[in-house]
C-alpha cells in the first residue's frame, strides 16, 4: 500500500499559477502510474495528467499546453505545475497511484486539494 498526501491548492487569480505536489508514504520507483485527478461537485472525478515510471506523459486536452506533470522518484513526489489558469480549472485535485500485482490493478488516493480559480 501507499499513503498519498496533497498540497499546494489555494485562490489564484485566472492566469495565475499554482503548483500541487503529491508526497507519497514510500518509493514511487514501482509504481506503474501516477496521475492528477479533478472533481467539481455533481460531476465524475477527470483525468488531469499522468506519468508512467518510464516518464511517459499523457494529458486531458483541456489542460495541454498548460499544465505539467512530473515525478522525483528520489523525494517519491509526484508535482503538477499549472499555468495560465482559468476559471474552468476550479475543482478538487486528487494524486492517484496506480500498482499492479498479482494481475491486479490497485488504485490509492490521496485527500484532495483544493484549486479555486477566481478574480
Known amino acids: ?10 485562490l489564484v487569480q485566472p492566469g495565475g499559477s499554482l503548483r500541487l505536489s503529491c508526497a507519497a508514504s514510500r518509493s514511487i520507483f514501482s509504481i506503474y502510474a501516477m496521475g492528477w485527478y479533478r472533481q467539481t461537485p455533481g460531476k465524475q472525478r477527470e483525468l488531469v495528467a499522468v506519468i508512467t515510471r518510464g516518464g511517459s ?11 505539467t506533470i512530473s515525478r522525483d522518484n528520489a523525494k517519491h513526489t509526484v508535482a503538477l505545475q499549472m499555468n495560465s489558469l482559468k476559471p474552468e480549472d476550479t475543482a478538487v485535485y486528487y494524486c492517484n497511484a496506480v500498482q499492479f500485482e498479482g494481475g491486479h490493478r490497485y488504485d490509492y488516493w490521496g485527500q484532495g486539494t483544493q484549486v479555486t480559480v477566481s478574480s
Request: aromatic residues 10%; hydrophobic residues 30%.
Open 1 to 10: 500500500q501507499v499513503q498519498l498526501v496533497e498540497s499546494g491548492g489555494g
Open 57 to 67: 506523459t499523457d494529458y486531458a486536452d483541456s489542460v495541454k499546453g498548460r499544465f
